[in-house]
């Protein structure tokens, strides 16, 4: 062992003698303070808006010779109708089959030739396209963006092999326990309403999804005035603006999109009801307990991200896993959250269990939501709620790409420019009268819905005098 080696290993062993030595070893001590500092650098963010009405946001970031670059706009699966569930999702894949004078094929060869990445992606609220590659490749990056966002080719022989490949993914998504709680959760909650359906579609809506559909909805979505061009990496202001007035200046403004379908009803409609998916070969039953939830605007949306950290968005510190696992050993995991979109969208619970503990599972994920409205998070539980949310949300944002994205999100849902900023402090604000209320308003286990994936031969006995059940098939 050499000296050098040796000196450090010595060093090591007198630190931990010391701290086993303390009153408060290190690890019990409180974290260090976190220093507040803005998370966009002072001048490297530039805002600007074309005439046309197209925003674009540039992040300069010279530490690698690399760059990001997109489109968003503020339209996604939550825009479209119940009948064409899935849309948006197909347009996505048909944009990432040839733009311009490039069929697929030659789209991916020229992209694959400078060492990008393509990425055309829809959510609920948002469709985005992205190209990363190097800085030194910035012009012919911006004429791949142009052709996919404004020039899109929609040919039929790929329109079909798409909707196929939708359908088979449909298909073999399934066989995922997880993923047919899921569905089923929203046909429960939302039954009249888009959200009822997943966001890639059913397989009734995507048979009917053709090239001209997907057209006639990039038409609709993609106009200048409700989109954001944004850049970011080892770029320039300047150079940014010149190729956004070069390449998308003249795409002509349109009337705005339609937001799609209103916002759904408190859910679900008429009390709670029971949900089996039958799979015999199942023998674990995966769980779902879930009502109506919050918007990504919802105005206290920290403090109920806080109650919900609490009861079950905390991973091994929430109240759910404490009861379900370290106490009753029924699940090696349970979850709680909201999913916050444009409009309300659920509150779910998920978790998983031998299927002869169900009953008792449900139970107890039932009776720990009771007791969240009438004994809110101490402030032992909100301060650990309130470390892991800053921790959590500074390890989210270590990456420019990282902050760009927080910055369109803030840009899509129309929310503060300043709210990354502050949002560390407006955790520190929440009080424990804050995340109470919340648990009042927010958590209704007596008329949740339940849906239960496993053998409903075993698993209907077990959930009688919970509500009215209902088998079916996958």
Same mark, same amino acid.
């Given at each position: 062992?050499?000296?050098?080696?040796?000196?450090?290993?010595?060093?090591?062993?007198?630190?931990?003698?010391?701290?086993?030595?303390?009153?408060?070893?290190?690890?019990?001590?409180?974290?260090?303070?976190?220093?507040?500092?803005?998370?966009?650098?002072?001048?490297?963010?530039?805002?600007?808006?074309?005439?046309?009405?197209?925003?674009?946001?540039?992040?300069?970031?010279?530490?690698?010779?690399?760059?990001?670059?997109?489109?968003?706009?503020?339209?996604?699966?939550?825009?479209?109708?119940?009948?064409?569930?899935?849309?948006?999702?197909?347009?996505?894949?048909?944009?990432?089959?040839?733009?311009?004078?490039?069929?697929?094929?030659?789209?991916?060869?020229?992209?694959?030739?400078?060492?990008?990445?393509?990425?055309?992606?829809?959510?609920?609220?948002?469709?985005?396209?992205?190209?990363?590659?190097?800085?030194?490749?910035?012009?012919?990056?911006?004429?791949?963006?142009?052709?996919?966002?404004?020039?899109?080719?929609?040919?039929?022989?790929?329109?079909?092999?798409?909707?196929?490949?939708?359908?088979?993914?449909?298909?073999?998504?399934?066989?995922?326990?997880?993923?047919?709680?899921?569905?089923?959760?929203?046909?429960?909650?939302?039954?009249?309403?888009?959200?009822?359906?997943?966001?890639?579609?059913?397989?009734?809506?995507?048979?009917?999804?053709?090239?001209?559909?997907?057209?006639?909805?990039?038409?609709?979505?993609?106009?200048?005035?409700?989109?954001?061009?944004?850049?970011?990496?080892?770029?320039?202001?300047?150079?940014?603006?010149?190729?956004?007035? &070069? %390449?998308?200046? @003249?795409?002509?403004? #349109?009337?705005?999109?339609? =937001?799609?379908?209103? $916002? !759904?009803?408190?859910?679900?409609?008429?009390?709670?009801?029971?949900?089996?998916?039958?799979?015999?070969?199942?023998?674990?039953?995966?769980?779902?307990?879930?009502?109506?939830?919050?918007?990504?605007?919802?105005?206290?949306?920290?403090?109920?991200?806080?109650?919900?950290?609490?009861?079950?968005?905390?991973?091994?510190?929430?109240?759910?896993?404490?009861?379900?696992?370290?106490?009753?050993?029924?699940?090696?995991?349970?979850?709680?959250?909201?999913?916050?979109?444009?409009?309300?969208?659920?509150?779910?619970?998920?978790?998983?269990?031998?299927?002869?503990?169900? &009953? %008792?599972?449900? @139970?107890?994920?039932? #009776?720990?939501?009771?007791? =969240?409205?009438?004994? $809110? !998070?101490?402030?032992?539980?909100?301060?650990?709620?309130?470390?892991?949310?800053?921790?959590?949300?500074?390890?989210?944002?270590?990456?420019?790409?990282?902050?760009?994205?927080?910055?369109?999100?803030?840009?899509?849902?129309?929310?503060?420019?300043?709210?990354?900023?502050?949002?560390?402090?407006?955790?520190?604000?929440?009080?424990?009268?804050?995340?109470?209320?919340?648990?009042?308003?927010?958590?209704?286990?007596?008329?949740?819905?339940?849906?239960?994936?496993?053998?409903?031969?075993?698993?209907?006995?077990?959930?009688?005098?919970?509500?009215?059940?209902?088998?079916?098939?996958?």
């Amino acid at each position: 062992m050499s000296g050098a080696v040796r000196a450090v290993r010595m060093g090591a062993l007198a630190l931990l003698g010391l701290s086993l030595a303390c009153a408060n070893p290190l690890w019990e001590q409180p974290p260090p303070q976190v220093r507040e500092a803005p998370i966009v650098r002072p001048g490297s963010l530039t805002r600007s808006t074309l005439s046309n009405g197209l925003q674009v946001l540039v992040l300069e970031d010279r530490r690698l010779p690399l760059v990001s670059i997109g489109v968003a706009v503020r339209r996604g699966a939550g825009a479209e109708l119940p009948d064409g569930a899935g849309l948006a999702s197909f347009t996505a894949e048909m944009m990432n089959r040839g733009a311009g004078d490039r069929d697929a094929r030659a789209l991916a060869e020229f992209v694959d030739a400078m060492g990008a990445d393509l990425d055309v992606s829809s959510g609920w609220d948002s469709t985005a396209v992205t190209l990363s590659g190097l800085s030194r490749d910035l012009d012919p990056l911006f004429e791949v963006l142009s052709d996919v966002v404004r020039r899109p080719r929609f040919e039929t022989a790929e329109a079909e092999r798409a909707r196929g490949e939708q359908l088979a993914a449909l298909e073999q998504a399934k066989d995922d326990p997880g993923t047919l709680v899921a569905w089923h959760m929203a046909r429960a909650l939302y039954p009249d309403h888009r959200y009822g359906l997943p966001s890639p579609g059913s397989p009734e809506s995507v048979k009917k999804l053709t090239a001209t559909s997907a057209r006639d909805f990039h038409g609709r979505i993609f106009v200048p005035n409700d989109a954001i061009l944004f850049a970011t990496g080892d770029v320039s202001a300047e150079t940014v603006m010149a190729q956004a007035r &070069r %390449r998308f200046e @003249d795409w002509k403004r #349109a009337a705005d999109p339609d =937001a799609g379908p209103p $916002p !759904p009803n408190p859910a679900p409609a008429g009390g709670r009801r029971v949900v089996v998916v039958d799979r015999p070969d199942l023998g674990q039953a995966q769980i779902a307990i879930a009502h109506e939830g919050i918007a990504r605007s919802f105005p206290d949306r920290i403090a109920a991200a806080l109650m919900n950290s609490v009861v079950g968005g905390g991973g091994f510190s929430s109240r759910l896993m404490d009861v379900l696992r370290a106490e009753a050993g029924l699940t090696y995991g349970v979850w709680s959250g909201f999913s916050m979109r444009r409009q309300p969208g659920p509150f779910q619970v998920s978790t998983f269990t031998r299927v002869a503990e169900t &009953r %008792r599972a449900v @139970d107890m994920v039932l #009776a720990e939501l009771s007791r =969240a409205r009438q004994s $809110p !998070p101490s402030e032992e539980e909100l301060t650990r709620a309130r470390t892991l949310a800053v921790g959590s949300f500074s390890l989210s944002l270590e990456t420019s790409d990282a902050v760009m994205g927080g910055l369109i999100d803030l840009e899509i849902y129309d929310l503060p420019d300043d709210s990354l900023d502050t949002y560390r402090a407006r955790v520190r604000a929440t009080t424990q009268a804050m995340t109470a209320e919340m648990a009042r308003d927010l958590l209704h286990p007596e008329r949740a819905a339940i849906v239960v994936v496993g053998p409903a031969d075993q698993l209907v006995p077990l959930l009688e005098g919970l509500g009215p059940i209902e088998v079916v098939q996958p």
